[in-house]
């Protein structure tokens, strides 16, 4: 079984590829942020903070997936397929962004809960690192972090892929 996403490794695939291009960090930030067009794009401090960090906000961490060409479970031990084209990579047009989908999460959550006839409780349980409340929340949509992210990935034995969407930036 899969242990959950490495922000370390993920780091250092970054490093590697900066070196290897003889990039600044800036240069990194400004080629993961090159279709930015109305949001904030991705600070230098947040890429090199993944050095240290135990967490790291979903959508952003996309990105810099998208400029390594990886995929989520390519970081994550033991995953099956980890470089599977069934992570989309899209040609994304300038002003969009690939996001994780959290209403498709919760919505593939809730169908295996009622499926097996679990509470949100158990599923929190078996998934770890959740609350009910924080599962149930997915349904309004908005933000995840990794690793986290990737549990409920894990769990449902989908691909990252399939719960992310494109959308403007």
Not at 12 to 35: F, T
């Amino acid at each position: 079984m899969a242990t959950g996403f490495d922000l370390s490794a993920l780091y250092n695939a970054l490093d590697e590829e900066r070196r290897a291009r003889r990039l600044s960090w800036k240069a990194v930030a400004d080629e993961i942020n090159r279709l930015c067009t109305r949001l904030r794009p991705i600070a230098v401090a947040t890429i090199t903070g993944l050095k240290h960090k135990t967490g790291g906000e979903g959508d952003g961490i996309l990105q810099m997936l998208l400029w390594l060409r990886r995929t989520p479970e390519s970081f994550v031990a033991g995953a099956v397929d980890p470089q599977s084209d069934l992570f989309c990579r899209p040609h994304l047009a300038k002003g969009q962004i690939l996001r994780w989908d959290t209403r498709a999460l919760h919505a593939a959550l809730d169908f295996r809960r009622r499926s097996e006839a679990l509470t949100w409780a158990d599923v929190a349980r078996q998934i770890g690192g959740f609350t009910p409340g924080m599962l149930t929340n997915l349904a309004r949509g908005g933000r995840i972090g990794f690793p986290r992210v990737m549990r409920l990935v894990r769990w449902l034995g989908e691909p990252a892929a399939t719960f992310t969407r494109v959308a403007e930036w």
